[in-house]
């Protein structure tokens, strides 16, 4: 079955010049893939296609069977969900806790606090990172804070992050 494919995208930004041109691909269910190019080639570009961080300029991407392009603004977090992605810039929130870093995708996706807060040691735990709940991500190290940025995706996909 075929998870991502894309139909002769092409990504124009306002005012730049062409990120990606006439771009095919497919990947299968469960199909492992490396994107590889020069910093500037259009890979960033490609994955934020793949959220709806970004549309395409011409042509059509399909994620587990949606035309992306058909998708509306109410879906697009349910899309996200499915989307588990770990970011160059973490996109951590310095205003809380690493604990509710973690717990908010979470909270958004209707779990009770008990549940959350199990789930959120259960990753933190698997990157391990127990015990620095209370820590503002501000205080842990550049490798901690990635770390922090990818627990939510150990397990159940939860989206977290996504689209910040
Ligand atoms: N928001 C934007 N507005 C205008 N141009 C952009 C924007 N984002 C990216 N670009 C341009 O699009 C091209 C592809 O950028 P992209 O971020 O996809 O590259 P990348 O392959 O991820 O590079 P790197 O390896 O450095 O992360 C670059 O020329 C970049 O300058
Ligand atoms: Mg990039």
């Known amino acids: ?38 910093s500037g080639a259009g890979k960033s570009t490609l994955l934020k296609l793949m959220m709806l961080m970004e549309r395409p300029s011409r042509g059509q991407v399909f994620v587990d069977g949606q035309n992306l392009g058909r998708l509306r603004p109410g879906q697009i977090p349910y899309l996200r969900r499915k989307v588990g ?5 973490h996109q951590l929130l310095f205003d809380r806790s690493v ?47 990635q770390r922090v940025g990818i627990a939510p995706c150990g397990g159940e996909q939860t989206g977290a992050a996504a689209g910040r």
């Open 1 to 38: 079955m075929t998870m991502v494919q894309f139909d002769r995208v092409g990504k124009r930004y306002p005012g730049g010049k062409e990120a990606l041109s006439g771009i095919s691909f497919e990947l299968a269910r469960g199909e492992f893939a490396f994107l590889t190019g020069h």
């Open 85 to 89: 992605v770990v970011f160059q810039n």
């Open 99 to 145: 604990y509710d870093n973690v717990a908010l995708p979470l909270q958004i996706a209707g779990y009770t606090p008990a549940e959350a807060g199990r789930r959120v040691r259960a990753a933190l735990d698997s990157v391990g990172l127990l015990g620095m709940e209370k820590r503002n991500p501000i205080e842990l190290s550049g490798g901690e804070q």
